[in-house]
């Protein structure tokens, strides 16, 4: 059996030499791509947006000027200036999906748009889609009112800037896997138009293997406990799935795996591939779908069965969220652009786009990964298949952590697909990723339990 073992610490630059040859895992690539979001561009992006005035669902879909029609438009011919540079990797549309009804918050039946640009992935044979969202829509105070001013300038212009930016960048270079960029509306009525895509994603049962939602990335101050730091960012992710059925359930608790589900692997790999390409920010894992009695995009996805997670500011402010615009007491109430931190929501765009490009270029993740209960033993044998489809990949890394610890704490690198460690799978918790030789991840595979073979 011909195995290689190392041991690596984690670090931002990590160094692999196997069969003579040297791996910088911190690709150059992505590092160039992270260093060219521009901040300018976010603000000026988020300025055009609140220039529409309003970008509530319920606003004026026709004029060209103003309202939620002439955003979504304006975001689609924005996206669509990348195309020439693409080689026709990316394409844009609006998809339009219906809402409204009786007993809905939008009582009157209507259309609605989202933005969702596609950029393919150069392997025909690889169907994996990576996908990442903010909301078009905004809101003030009433949320039946589609006139008033709605700048919503946090609330989530500083996400759609920031994907905006990443259609920009990205859509220059190849990746193996598909990257789809959305703008949704409806999400201030109650999600609906991530709804309708991960519906579409269900029904035309793509390959989705991971979705990111940023919704208010760009501010840094707390309302009422006056806190101030744009070096952290949070990510939530669900523990217990909000799809499950009672097959798995019964393995979640046979293999106590109530923390390592999909979405919090998913949350995982953004801290340690972030955190690898963007300096001065941390990102902090909170163990919950979302923020208390509230939702977002990526919920719907989850509902469906897909990973998904939410990325979001460390503080709110809740001066500016939803507020009718205006000064009251020497304060300043309203979601406007002045108080959005572009140089934190550029960070937070840099953990986006390495996240994406870093799986997007992975090899698929291994197949049938189990980790064997047969026996009692003190070490641990782990075995897995190479993954079916995609490129080879040039070896994988076995994960492993104490049972109580957040954060995975060792890597080996192995070629073979079986390995047996020295630890006791009582102690500690294991996983498995398919790597390249340029160091890009696939996504994070928690092992069932499986008789040695
Ligand atoms: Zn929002």
């Known amino acids: 059996m011909k195995k290689t073992i190392l041991t690596l610490s984690f670090s931002l630059i990590i160094v692999l030499t196997s069969f003579g040859q040297t791996t910088i895992v911190r690709d150059p690539e992505i590092k160039k791509m992270v260093d060219e979001i521009s901040r300018d561009n976010i603000e000026n992006t988020v300025r055009k947006l609140v220039s529409f005035q309003t970008r509530h669902n319920l606003s004026v879909q026709n004029n060209p000027d103003r309202g939620i029609g002439a955003s979504w438009n304006w975001i689609k011919s924005e996206m669509e200036k990348s195309i020439p540079q ?27 748009k989202n933005v969702v640009a596609t950029l393919k992935g150069n392997d025909p044979d690889d169907d994996r889609i990576f996908m990442i969202s903010a909301h078009l829509d905004s809101r003030a105070e009433d949320n039946n009112d589609g006139e008033v001013f709605a700048p919503g300038a946090n609330d989530d212009a500083s996400g759609v800037a920031a994907i905006m930016e990443m259609v920009r960048i990205m859509s220059k270079k190849p990746y193996s896997g598909t990257i789809i960029f959305m703008a949704v509306s409806g999400e201030e009525h109650g999600l609906y138009g991530a709804k309708h895509m991960a519906a579409l994603a269900k029904e035309k049962g793509w390959n989705l293997v991971g979705m990111l939602n940023n919704d208010m990335i760009g501010n840094s101050g707390s309302s009422g406990t006056l806190l101030n730091d744009n070096m952290k960012v949070r990510v939530f992710s669900e523990g217990v799935p909000a799809y499950e059925t009672e097959e798995m359930a019964r393995a979640r608790a046979y293999s106590a795996m109530e923390n390592d589900g999909k979405a919090r692997q998913l949350a995982r790999y953004i801290k340690e591939v972030g955190e690898r390409y963007v300096d001065q920010l941390t990102v902090t894992l909170v163990y919950r779908n979302d923020r208390f009695g509230r939702g977002g995009d990526h919920t719907p996805f ?51 786009l390495a996240t994406l490009a870093n799986l997007a270029s992975a090899p698929y993740a291994p197949e049938n990964v189990g980790i064997s209960i047969s026996g009692l033993s003190n070490s641990t044998f782990l075995s897995w298949d190479s993954p079916l489809k995609g490129k080879n990949p040039f070896g994988y890394y076995v994960l492993m952590r104490e049972t109580y610890q957040a954060l995975w704490e060792k890597k080996f690198f192995v070629t073979d697909t079986q390995i047996t460690l020295p630890y006791s799978k009582d102690n500690y918790f294991f996983a498995v990723q398919s790597v390249d030789e340029n160091g890009h991840e696939s996504e994070i595979i928690f092992p069932s339990p499986a008789r040695r073979r």
């Not at 844009?92 to 009582?107: A, D, F, H, N, P």
């Not at 205006?326 to 960070?347: L, M």
Request: charged share 30%; net charge negative; aromatic share 10%.
């Open 302 to 352: 989850c509902q469906e069965g897909f990973t998904a997670v939410r990325i979001t500011e460390f503080n709110e402010n809740y001066d500016r969220t939803h507020q009718v615009v205006r000064e009251e007491n020497g304060i300043h109430y309203g979601d406007t652009p002045e108080f959005v931190d572009y140089e934190y929501v550029r960070k937070n765009a840099g953990i986006n």
């Open 86 to 112: 693409s080689d026709g990797r990316l394409s844009v549309e609006l998809v339009s999906y219906k809402v409204g009804g009786e007993g809905q918050r939008i009582t009157n039946e209507m259309e609605l």
